[in-house]
């Protein structure tokens, strides 16, 4: 049982990280209708330009390697690559392909995801990189002795990050005027616009806003599995993760996350063995695939009447 | 002056229903078909037949099942190399354990394996579309590709799935060097576009483009959906199968389940982009488009800019350039190559008087 429980608390952590990527993805189809298939492209040019100014921020301006301020100062200088990223995104690839098919929206993300990652491997080449976030990965003593599981304090740092951005998401919607407009796009783009609420601007703040999350995520991710390419791919089950939650839901996102996570570590642990092991790497397609047939509109999202 | 079609009357039911009812169109299709079949084995090199005719004509056929499922009956797949590798496996073991297999079957066999794959992964377009079955899709690559690598039945048991495709025997003859496999290839090749030509003007064609422009409006003129959208998966399944297969017998010769990954779908998928959704014709010029791009890279950028580069910083201008051609023509020429090709055949209609 208390393997089980290992397991579980294992993969739900695991399932933090998939929401944080699919956080973007519900950011930017909420907005503007977009199914964004390049954010784990994003995800992954966030983490390796995060990791590049780490690398050569000491040395262009002589402050500590490794020191706080190389830090923040990493963070902000991706941060403004993330936004670049947007401003550019929206102008050259959402703008001129405005009132296309989604379908062919679709396809431009996924000409924009090789885009994103030639771009971040040319500039900051292709090798495998760690990246230390100063957050021992360590078990926590207290969960060890007094139930004897095994949790590492990162991935309790994980979660807390993810429950952090999602809380500041939710006031920043809520509350603040940008994130009213951004919910006014979401609900209805013609009445948006009628009444004075500049959609451009809102696509690229929200592309923004993704890119942050992209760049949260990377970070954890990084820090975890190193940043490297195969990231791409790891990032591509946000994909059943969505379907189970429901594209427009923001806790859906956390709870599809989470229920992923740990069914799929599960399944590897008491199924995997029976059919010779490595399922994992489909069996939340197929998860989500059987969901589907139930129901399409996923755990928390809309119901749309849509006849197929 | 030259390309026009004025004059020509059909006077028969046979003749109002030729595959190119144009007599330029017939005659300009067999002078390529002549062209591709006597000149260039001709005078092509080993590499030329190996390395870029042979791959352009399979990845032609993957692109017109892509076609035939995307741009005909409007269901967005990312799971074509999945059906290809079925394909490969199923006509690798139709050849090993039935004894004195004739190729041609086998490669048709293993093709209707696909087939009948792409129609269990199909089922869930009944109840979904758009983005929803991309993932469906998605789930079909990754699963198949995990299948044929762990059931090792599959691959004879060897080691990680490896097969080595056997030699291939037509009536006695051996098709050895790259000239007798690179016909075989193209014969194939030939035939299933013809037939694919004429399949997509046929009542099942047309009930596809009704589906694709919009599902209701073909439900209420009769059409049945299930059986529509599960023909397109099963002869875009085929079609991608054959392909594998062809792409495991004429081309590589020794494969494994891993390199039909969802890298070479999204290759087939930029080829219907590039070369035109919803056209045969543009599946030939986007595969060849895609297959020689990177060698045009590989070999023109080292050239232009000498040292300055190295092969890392080659593979990722092929990223970029391949993602930004793909935004490029979805901005600037949705219908890809072959509407330029139809724009100029508007052009030629009236040249050289153009008022």
């Known amino acids: ?308 | 002056m030259l390309y026009r079609e004025a004059g020509q009357f059909k006077a028969s039911y046979e003749a109002d229903q030729q595959i190119f009812p144009i007599l330029q169109d017939r005659i300009g299709v067999l002078l390529l078909i002549g062209f591709f079949a006597l000149a260039v084995p001709l005078f092509a090199d080993q590499y030329w037949l190996k390395a870029i005719l042979i791959p352009v004509l399979i990845f032609s056929l993957a692109a017109i099942g892509l076609n035939i499922l995307t741009g005909y009956a409007g269901q967005l797949s990312l799971g074509s190399a999945a059906f290809m590798a079925v394909g490969a496996f199923g006509a690798y073991n139709f050849m090993l354990r039935i004894d004195g297999m004739p190729f041609l079957v086998a490669i048709l066999l293993g093709g209707l394996c696909a087939a009948l794959v792409g129609v269990m992964f199909g089922l869930p377009s009944l109840r979904i579309k758009g983005f929803y079955l991309a993932v469906a899709t998605l789930a079909a690559q990754f699963f198949i590709v995990w299948a044929l690598v762990k059931i090792e039945w599959f691959s004879n048991y060897s080691s990680s799935g490896v097969i080595t495709a056997q030699q291939i025997e037509i009536l006695g003859f051996a098709f050895e060097g790259p000239q007798s496999k690179y016909l075989l290839t193209l014969f194939v090749v030939v035939v299933m576009a013809l037939a694919a030509k004429n399949m997509v003007r046929s009542t099942t064609g047309r009930s596809w483009m009704a589906v694709r422009d919009m599902d209701v409006a073909a439900e209420v003129i009769g059409i049945r959906l299930m059986r529509t959208k599960l023909t397109a998966f099963a002869v875009s399944s085929f079609y991608c199968g054959v392909a594998g297969a062809l792409y495991a017998y004429t081309y590589i010769g020794t494969v494994e389940p891993e390199g039909f990954n969802l890298d070479l779908s999204f290759k087939i998928l930029f080829m219907i982009i590039i070369g035109g959704v919803g056209s045969i014709m543009g599946s030939f010029l986007g595969a060849a488009f895609i297959v020689l791009l990177p060698i045009a890279l590989d070999v023109f950028v080292p050239m232009l800019l000498g040292d300055l580069v190295s092969s890392s910083f080659v593979s990722n201008l092929q990223l970029i350039v391949f993602g930004g051609l793909i935004v490029f023509f979805l901005i600037v020429e949705p219908h890809g190559l072959a509407r330029l090709w139809q724009i100029g055949k508007e052009k030629l209609r009236l040249w050289p008087f153009p008022h």
Not at chain 1, 120 to 130: D, K, L, M, Y
Not at chain 1, 179 to 199: E, K, N, W
Not at chain 1, 230 to 236: E, G, H, Q, R, V
């Open chain 1, 1 to 308: 049982m208390q393997f089980f429980f290992e397991v579980l608390i294992g993969g739900l952590l695991s399932g933090v990280l998939y929401a944080l990527v699919a956080l973007g993805f519900v950011l930017i189809y909420k907005a503007s209708g977009v199914f964004n298939f390049a954010q784990g492209a994003m995800v992954f040019f966030a983490a390796l330009t995060f990791v590049g100014f780490l690398e050569v921020l000491p040395g262009w301006t002589g402050l500590e390697d490794g020191g706080r301020a190389v830090f923040w100062l990493a963070f902000v200088l991706s941060l403004t690559a993330m936004v670049v990223l947007a401003i550019a995104t929206e102008k050259f690839v959402l703008r001129p392909l405005v009132n296309q098919p989604p379908i062919t929206l679709f396809m431009a993300t996924i000409g924009l995801t090789f885009l994103v990652e030639g771009i971040a491997q040319g500039i900051w080449g292709a090798n495998v990189r760690g990246l230390d976030l100063g957050i021992a990965d360590v078990p926590i003593e207290y969960m060890m002795e007094n139930f004897n599981i095994l949790i590492s304090s990162f991935d309790v740092f994980a979660a807390a990050v993810a429950a952090v951005l999602v809380a500041a998401l939710a006031l920043f919607f809520q509350y603040t005027r940008i994130g009213r407009a951004l919910r006014a796009v979401a609900d209805d783009h013609q009445a948006a616009l009628s009444i004075g609420i500049p959609l451009r601007h809102i696509w690229v703040i929200v592309w923004a806003v993704a890119g942050f999350v992209a760049l949260v995520a990377g970070m954890i991710w990084g820090a975890r599995n190193g940043v490297q390419f195969a990231l791409t791919f790891t990032a591509l089950k946000a994909l059943p993760v969505l379907i189970l939650g429901g594209f427009t839901s923001v806790p859906g996102a956390i709870v599809g996350g989470l229920i992923i996570g740990a069914s799929e570590k599960l399944a590897e642990v008491y199924v995997g063995p029976f059919v010779g092991g490595g399922i994992e790497s489909w069996f939340p397609y197929i998860l989500a695939l059987g969901f589907l047939l139930v129901r399409p509109e996923g755990l928390f999202g809309e119901k749309h009447i849509d006849r197929v």
